[in-house]
């Protein structure tokens, strides 16, 4: 497919709409491949994942579950999004952590490291969409307690959740964005 069509059929595939058939290991492997190769400026590379399958996943929704009921104060607490957390880890096939190893030397700003990131996370979109596998990034409160769940690397942290899996429904390809006119200035 040419990559603007590619760019204009991306779209976030929820959770819930993912059914039970399994992502092969080597399709995973290719979306990380592919997520190897965004920009980074002085090859800093700061991608780091981390892939959950399996009971890692049941683990990750009972640690977000659990995470949620500790910092949410009881009037703010809601059941729905508690039992949600839980269910968005049970039905992903695969579960990514996007986590961010910055620089020790700081040579670049942090917001480069993050940028890097987050272009190695779109070539992952793109790679699932050109597969034809689910995929949605999710960044909740609830990340800046992953260090509780795993070791990280001194400079590392996690920026977000990105859940894979294949799904049996269409998904709408109608988009809401404005006309790129609206947001450009051309300057001779």
Same mark, same amino acid.
């Given at each position: 497919m040419k990559i603007n069509d590619i760019i204009k059929k991306r779209r976030s595939v929820f959770p819930p709409q993912y059914n039970d058939t399994p992502i092969s290991e080597a399709l995973i492997k290719t979306v990380l491949e592919n997520a190897n190769w965004a920009p980074t400026h002085r090859l800093t590379e700061p991608w780091r994942f981390k892939v959950l399958r399996g009971g890692a996943k049941d683990r990750l929704g009972t640690f977000l579950s659990n995470t949620y009921t500790d910092i949410t104060p009881d009037a703010?607490?809601?059941?729905?999004?508690?039992?949600? #957390?839980?269910?968005?880890?049970?039905?992903?096939?695969?579960?990514? +952590?996007? &986590?961010?190893?910055?620089?020790?030397?700081?040579?670049?700003?942090?917001?480069?490291? #993050?940028?890097?990131?987050?272009?190695?996370?779109?070539?992952?979109? +793109?790679? &699932?969409?050109?597969?034809?596998v689910g995929s949605y990034w999710s960044s909740p409160k609830l990340i800046e307690y992953m260090g509780d769940f795993l070791e990280f690397e001194e400079g590392e942290r996690c920026l977000g959740i990105f859940y894979m899996g294949n799904y049996d429904a269409e998904v709408e390809l109608d988009s809401k964005r404005e006309s790129i006119a609206n947001k450009v200035k051309w300057l001779d």
């Amino acid at each position: 497919m040419k990559i603007n069509d590619i760019i204009k059929k991306r779209r976030s595939v929820f959770p819930p709409q993912y059914n039970d058939t399994p992502i092969s290991e080597a399709l995973i492997k290719t979306v990380l491949e592919n997520a190897n190769w965004a920009p980074t400026h002085r090859l800093t590379e700061p991608w780091r994942f981390k892939v959950l399958r399996g009971g890692a996943k049941d683990r990750l929704g009972t640690f977000l579950s659990n995470t949620y009921t500790d910092i949410t104060p009881d009037a703010s607490f809601s059941p729905f999004k508690h039992k949600k #957390i839980i269910n968005n880890c049970k039905s992903a096939n695969v579960i990514i +952590l996007i &986590c961010m190893q910055r620089d020790l030397e700081e040579r670049i700003p942090e917001w480069e490291e #993050i940028a890097s990131t987050a272009m190695a996370v779109q070539n992952m979109w +793109l790679t &699932c969409s050109e597969y034809g596998v689910g995929s949605y990034w999710s960044s909740p409160k609830l990340i800046e307690y992953m260090g509780d769940f795993l070791e990280f690397e001194e400079g590392e942290r996690c920026l977000g959740i990105f859940y894979m899996g294949n799904y049996d429904a269409e998904v709408e390809l109608d988009s809401k964005r404005e006309s790129i006119a609206n947001k450009v200035k051309w300057l001779d």
